[in-house]
């Protein structure tokens, strides 16, 4: 079960912005990564928790950040609610709809769980439709993003060969692009994202989890 720490920094003058804790692995759903974000003077930012299908569907989500909750799931597309912590009984709570193909945000969480969804080969392209949830309100917002899966390495490491992959990820709005390089079910880089402590070697992925 690979647990560890990731930094993250703002995209543009880098400074740090708090870091992510998390523990993920495989299980009788799928996979599950479970995490809290802290800001840097140690407080608690918010809390990720994410399920997937072997399929790598969302299969449940939840939020929780600057009081509000969300938690979703795929349903013919992807479903949400979102409440406020202020109304712990739910009556104003806000359910959301989009025939996305899967949930965004923050966590190193979903470039993982968009990876596995779409499986690329090396060389191979595909655009896919998310709803991202933005702090500190969570937010939601539809995007479109565009990833290529650049290439395959394979590194010797004390604990195996590890394979490392390069995507190309494009907003397709705004033509921003990002590179992005995971080990299994693992973010080594991403902009805003550095992998900083890992406790264990991370799981492959896809591979394990089924057709």
Not at 41 to 50: A, R, S, V, Y
Not at 110 to 132: M, W
Not at 197 to 210: D, F, I, K, Q, V
Request: hydrophobic share 35%; charged share 20%; proline share 7%.
């Amino acid at each position: 079960m690979p647990n560890g720490r990731y930094s993250l920094h703002d995209t543009h003058d880098h400074v740090l912005l708090g870091e992510e804790r998390f523990s993920c692995a495989p299980g009788p759903a799928g996979w599950r990564y479970v995490s809290k974000t802290y800001g840097p003077d140690g407080g608690t930012i918010g809390t990720t928790d994410l399920t997937l299908d072997s399929r790598s569907r969302p299969l449940r989500l939840e939020l929780r950040a600057g009081g509000w909750q969300v938690r979703g799931g795929a349903v013919d597309g992807v479903a949400w609610v979102r409440t406020d912590a202020a109304d712990p009984s739910g009556e104003h709570a806000a359910e959301g709809y989009d025939r996305a193909h899967a949930f965004s945000g923050s966590s190193p969480a979903f470039l993982i769980a968009t990876a596995g969804l779409l499986r690329l080969q090396p060389g191979g392209s595909a655009r896919i439709r998310l709803v991202a949830f933005t702090e500190p309100v969570l937010a939601p917002r539809t995007f479109d993003q565009g990833w290529q899966l650049e290439a395959v390495e394979t590194h010797d490491t004390d604990s195996g060969p590890l394979r490392v992959e390069r995507y190309q990820v494009a907003d397709l709005a705004t033509g921003e692009q990002q590179l992005v390089h995971l080990a299994g079910d693992v973010v080594l880089s991403a902009p805003g994202i550095e992998l900083e402590e890992l406790a264990s070697p991370p799981n492959r992925w896809p591979a394990e989890y089924g057709g």
